[in-house]
């Protein structure tokens, strides 16, 4: 089980091993396990798709083999050799898996209490505004390191916070390979200055739609009410904060109707997308 460490504090992530096989084949570049959401992640080295996410069944094993084999069918994986090196990738990672769960179970269950009586506990958030009393900070990556960024109404320019602490607990934004999405990320604190300008100069929700639209005009090909429909989400996520409610949009249809050009499209335009095949209703 190989877990990666930082300040001495394990991370909650295993890097789950491949096979010789399974390297010799190059369908599999990185995958790993979370042990706080019972995910495995998987990036394929596939034309159709790069990055799928599914909850691991601790119950029945054999579910999870069934649900990979159908997420490598969803993305266009149709030959049974890699359908079966996947599904060998997950057995041989077996043992790692579900002992991390058991670990972290029995960590959880003995150590609550000394926990509470040691310094204040640290968690990974994303986003913070102390239920919108207080100011928006949202996590970022400034030159690989892991900030909180904030808006100083006095000053007029973004701030970076390492750590928010409060009375019981300490919030951390999370490193690289805590982010179930992409992150969004800036070589320096200049170039995020320099996006904080060009977000001043947008005076209405009109230009981030049409820009949005452009997008979706190019890569997907479907009827205009459906482009406008999309496009109208992806800005609408960006505010969803402000919202007690919100639809939800499906795609219906067979094989090679843009279902997935959809999806990814919407990935890069929309706010904080997780891409996924087989989630749990929990995670959604």
């Known amino acids: 089980m190989n877990t990666n460490n930082n300040d001495n504090s394990t991370k909650k992530i295993i890097e789950l091993k491949q096979s010789d096989q399974l390297k010799q084949n190059g369908l599999v570049t990185n995958s790993v396990y979370y042990i706080d959401t019972n ?7 596939h034309d159709a798709c790069t ?8 119950k029945k094993w054999q579910n999870n083999l069934n649900t990979i084999a159908e997420m490598a069918e969803e993305n266009g994986i149709n030959d049974e050799e890699s359908k079966r090196l996947l599904k060998s990738h997950l057995n041989d990672n077996y043992d790692e898996i579900l002992e991390a769960n058991n670990i ?5 269950s003995s150590s609550k209490e000394e926990d509470d009586s040691k310094q204040d506990r640290e968690f990974v958030t994303f986003k913070y505004s102390q239920n919108g009393k207080g100011d928006l900070h949202e996590a970022v990556l400034v030159n690989g390191l892991p900030f909180f960024v904030k808006y100083n109404y006095d000053s007029r320019q973004l701030e970076l916070i390492k750590k928010i602490e409060e009375n019981s607990r300490v919030l951390r934004p999370p490193e690289r390979e805590e982010y179930p999405y992409t992150p969004y990320e800036f070589e320096s604190g200049e170039e995020l200055a320099f996006f904080l300008n060009k977000a001043k100069q947008i005076t209405s929700l009109d230009e981030p739609y049409l820009y949005a639209k452009s997008f979706f005009s190019s ?11 999309l496009a109208a989400d992806s800005i609408v996520t960006h505010f969803q904060d402000l919202f007690s409610a ?5 795609g219906v249809g067979t094989n090679d109707v843009g279902k997935s050009s959809i999806g990814y499209t919407f990935e890069y335009t929309a706010y904080r997308v997780v891409k996924g095949t087989a989630i749990s209703g929990a995670n959604y």
């Open 246 to 250: 919100t639809h939800y949009s499906e």
């Open 219 to 229: 890569y997907i090909d479907q009827d205009d009410h459906i482009i406008v429909l």
């Open 104 to 108: 972290e179970d029995d960590y959880n």
């Open 51 to 58: 990055d799928t996410i599914f909850t691991i069944d601790r």
């Open 39 to 45: 995910d495995v992640r998987i990036s394929l080295n």
